[in-house]
Structures are given as structure tokens and as C-alpha cells.
């Protein structure tokens, strides 16, 4: 287990720093990535890289959290395109330490309504946003 958060530590370190190779190593040869959102689906370790490898965005990666056991972990990230931060939730499933299926799930910040303001507070780290 803790094999695999390293791996998925040393991942997103190398997509932040742009190393491809190191970043698509944890995939497996046949692996999947699926973004619902738009109905996608790269299959093959060297697909998945080659769409990401053709974004044409300066992107950047905060890892929020990573938790899971056994084969489906999770992460949390804030990616930034040119700037402006999406928030993304990778659910990935592994065998053998690769990963062979992966959601990649991304959410835009919305600000917070009036009518709930009074009941939160920011998350560490964090400003509320307004809406």
C-alpha cells in the first residue's frame, strides 16, 4: 500500500515539473482514462500520454489529498491552465501497482451564496470566494 501512495506521490510531482516518462510510468501498457465529463476515453499508457502531452495550456499541480487502500486510491488536486485552477478528483484503480483504469473528474470554483455565508468557514489554506 504504501508503495502505491509513493507512486502516486511521484506522479504528480512529475506532472508539476512536466516529465512525462515519469509521470505516464505508473500506468500499465493497457491502462484506461476515462474523463466522464466529456464522454472520453484514452486507452493505452501511450495515448494517455499523448493527450496530455498535446495540451496546450502551462498547467500546474497541487495535490489537496490522497487517500485510499488496497487497489482504488483517490487524490485531490487543484490544476491551474495558464493560471486559472480547476478542481480535479483522479480515482484510479490499480493491479499490481499500475494503474489500469482511471476517472479523472474537474469542477470550476463557484463563490459562496449569501444565504449560507453565516454557517462556513474557509478551508485552511483557503479564501471563501463570493458569488
Not at 5 to 29: F, K, M
Not at 82 to 96: C, E, H, L
Request: hydrophobic share 35%; glycine share 8%; proline share 5%.
Amino acid at each position: 500500500m504504501e508503495s502505491v501512495r509513493e507512486a502516486l506521490e511521484e506522479h504528480w510531482r512529475a506532472s508539476e515539473s512536466g516529465d512525462a516518462e515519469v509521470e505516464h510510468a505508473i500506468y500499465a501498457d493497457n491502462g484506461i482514462l476515462d474523463y466522464p465529463q466529456s464522454g472520453e476515453r484514452f486507452r493505452g499508457r501511450m495515448t494517455i500520454q499523448a493527450q496530455r502531452g498535446g495540451h496546450p495550456a502551462d498547467r500546474h499541480f497541487t495535490v489537496v489529498r490522497i487517500s485510499g487502500s488496497e487497489n482504488v486510491w483517490v487524490s485531490e488536486c487543484i490544476i491551474s491552465y495558464d493560471g486559472v485552477p480547476t478542481y480535479s478528483v483522479s480515482i484510479m484503480q490499480f493491479d499490481r501497482e499500475k494503474v489500469v483504469h482511471e476517472a479523472q473528474y474537474f469542477a470550476d470554483p463557484f463563490g459562496s451564496p449569501e444565504w449560507r455565508r453565516a454557517l462556513a468557514e474557509p478551508i485552511p489554506g483557503r479564501n471563501i470566494q463570493r458569488a
